[in-house]
């Protein structure tokens, strides 16, 4: 039987969560790591977000998107990665303080936070050189590792860095399967 691709995905806040629900809808096996610190907290009522007019806080938005991510299969696990590193079989390892996890697929979607970018040597650009830099695919300059929404300079919208997520997640799902890829329900 062939192997499941796996994903690590690094933030679970309105990039991360899009991004793994369309890997895992793709059948992809995907583990998010959140400390909990996503922007959207601060949010005490977001408006500009396509469909959801009359207003919701932004927490109330992550838990409704948690939960829709967790019924797809997605584990998401409270912690912080404290680094990455990719190993000898190419594929990356996220470092928490109790354990490792390996995945073929880093996804970083960590909004400010760029250590660990760093820490993988990929170069920081845009404004005030804070934001990774990908290529249109949202694939760094490492092979296999992505970056999707705010960290990546995208502009500071929830929906935009939702669907950044999305974005990314397909272009993962193609560059897997080596064909053009639609999420579409019947
Ligand atoms: C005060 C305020 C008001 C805002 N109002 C609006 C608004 O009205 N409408 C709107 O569209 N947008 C608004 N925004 C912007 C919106 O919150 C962001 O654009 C959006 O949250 C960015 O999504 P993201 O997934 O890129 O980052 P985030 O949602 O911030 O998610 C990043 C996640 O990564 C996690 N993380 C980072 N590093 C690690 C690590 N090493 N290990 C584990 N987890 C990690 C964080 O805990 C966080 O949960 C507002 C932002 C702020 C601050």
Redesign the pocket.
């Known amino acids: 039987m062939e192997e499941r691709p796996d994903a690590i995905v690094?933030?679970?806040?309105?990039?991360?969560?899009s991004c793994a629900l369309f890997l895992a809808r793709a059948g992809f096996a995907v583990t998010i790591?959140?400390?909990?610190?996503?922007?959207?907290h601060?949010?005490s009522?977001?408006?500009?977000?396509l469909g959801l007019g009359e207003g919701v806080s932004?927490s109330e938005l992550l838990a409704r998107a948690r939960r829709q991510v967790e019924r797809c299969g997605v584990s998401i696990l409270h912690?912080?990665?404290?680094a990455v590193r990719l190993a000898r079989d190419g594929r990356f390892v996220a470092v928490t303080r109790q354990a490792e996890f390996a995945s073929r697929y880093l996804v970083l979607?960590?909004?400010?936070?760029t250590?660990?970018a760093s820490a993988l040597g990929l170069a920081l650009g845009g404004h005030g050189g804070r934001f990774v830099a990908t290529n249109p695919h949202g694939e760094t300059g490492l092979p296999r590792c992505y970056a999707?929404?705010?960290?990546t300079g995208?502009?500071?919208?929830?929906?935009?860095?939702a669907g950044d997520?999305a974005r990314v997640a397909i272009a993962i799902i193609q560059a897997e399967r080596g064909e053009y890829y639609v999420d579409h329900d019947t």
Request: with cysteine; charged share 25%.
């Open positions: 690094v933030g679970g806040g309105a990039a991360g969560l790591f959140d400390d909990g610190r996503s922007s959207l601060r949010v009522c977001i408006r500009n977000y932004g912690d912080d990665v404290i979607a960590s909004n400010k936070r250590d660990l999707a929404g705010r960290i995208a502009p500071s919208q929830a929906i935009v860095s997520g």
